[in-house]
């Protein structure tokens, strides 16, 4: 299977980090942030998740390293049967 848990994750947060970072630059300056002390936590989380989701998509994309190639074994022939008690 080629599909790797790191592509999708990394769109997720991608995405999501981008829509975060969007409301959170569209609304600098605004009276929601009161509750937060002034902290525009919307802008600052956008941005912690646009960073993890590139890692995770760029690390996803990249080859791995030391993968085996895929290895076809030799059949192995069965063993004699033993007879107990003879």
Do not use: C
């Amino acid at each position: 299977m080629g599909l790797d848990i790191r592509l999708p994750l990394g769109l997720m947060f991608l995405i999501t980090g981008g829509l975060m970072t969007g409301y959170g630059l569209f609304t600098r300056g605004s009276e929601i942030y009161t509750k937060s002390e002034g902290i525009n936590i919307n802008l600052y989380w956008g941005l912690v998740m646009l960073v993890f989701g590139l890692i995770m998509y760029l690390l996803g994309r990249t080859p791995r390293i030391g993968k085996l190639p895929p290895h076809n074994p030799e059949p192995v022939p069965p063993l004699p049967r033993r007879t107990v008690g003879h």
